[in-house]
């Protein structure tokens, strides 16, 4: 089910945007645990991970609360919750609990230990309201941690007319919705900004010439052509073009992609 408020999103959601998803997740699992290995032991604490998706956080926290924790996804496209609690009950996870919620609004949870929020903010008109929201549903001492991408950096090698063009298309198209695709590097003014103490933040962008990280541009150019063609951004025909020539270009040994810089930052409600 959809609603109005999704309409700003510009990536298809449903079966296969978890299959982009989890493409995705494989990509950052390394630095995504990493990134969490930071936040204090959490066996039998409650996390919340707003914006789930899938659910590929959420299950990574779920290990991480162990049996005696909980673990609350939220959001706010209903085909992701129900994709979500399919695989939850797939893995024979039950620690985890999926919700519809508005993150921009009251959430159904307080007192939790960690929050995450991932490549969700980059979406929202008001990314203060999903922050403000996530300070509130933390313990005192509890810790936020975001990713959101900053489309600014993102590469190819040789250079490619399509990919250059497909990075400004999906730029436009998010601005075009309400949403910023340059919101990586603003995360830290944003925590502080929402009350956060102790913020700080690093970088990665995932980049090669194999495997997962090489997938993703294409998938992610599928998500969102849809959206071109609404938004009268482009044809039907220029779009059929760039397809072809991303995908002759990534089918190649010799090529490389760097996908967009990735800003990760954390902070702590006092």
């Not at 900053?150 to 999906?170: H, I, N, Q, W, Y």
């Amino acid at each position: 089910m959809r609603t109005e408020h999704l309409a700003s999103y510009v990536l298809r959601g449903g079966e296969e945007g978890r299959a982009r998803l989890a493409v995705l997740a494989r990509v950052l699992a390394e630095p995504t645990r990493l990134l969490l290995d930071g936040s204090e032991p959490l066996d039998g604490c409650t996390a919340i991970d707003a914006g789930c998706g899938g659910g590929d956080v959420t299950f990574d926290l779920a290990d991480r609360v162990g049996s005696a924790g909980r673990v609350v996804g939220l959001d706010l496209d209903e085909d992701n919750i129900l994709l979500a609690r399919t695989e939850a009950k797939r893995r024979g996870i039950q620690n985890v609990e999926f919700c519809r919620a508005n993150i921009t609004h009251h959430w159904p949870v307080r007192g939790v230990s960690l929050v995450t929020v991932r490549f969700v903010l980059t979406h929202l008109a008001n990314p203060a309201d999903a922050l403000e929201q996530a300070y509130e549903s933390l313990r005192p001492g509890g810790v936020v941690v975001v990713q959101d991408i900053d489309c600014d950096g993102e590469f190819c090698d040789p250079p490619l007319a399509a990919f250059r063009r497909k990075g400004e298309l999906f730029i436009e198209a998010v601005r075009r919705r309400g949403g910023d695709p340059l919101i990586g590097r603003k995360l830290v003014g944003l925590l502080e900004a929402a009350g956060f103490s102790d913020v700080d933040s690093s970088m990665v962008q995932p980049y090669g010439r194999s495997g997962d990280v090489k997938r993703v541009p294409l998938l992610t150019f599928t998500a969102f052509r849809e959206a071109l063609i609404q938004l009268g951004l482009t044809s039907v025909q220029e779009v059929g073009a760039i397809t072809a020539e991303l995908e002759a270009f990534l089918d190649r040994s010799d090529t490389t992609v760097g996908l967009p810089r990735i800003f990760q930052a954390w902070g702590r409600r006092q």
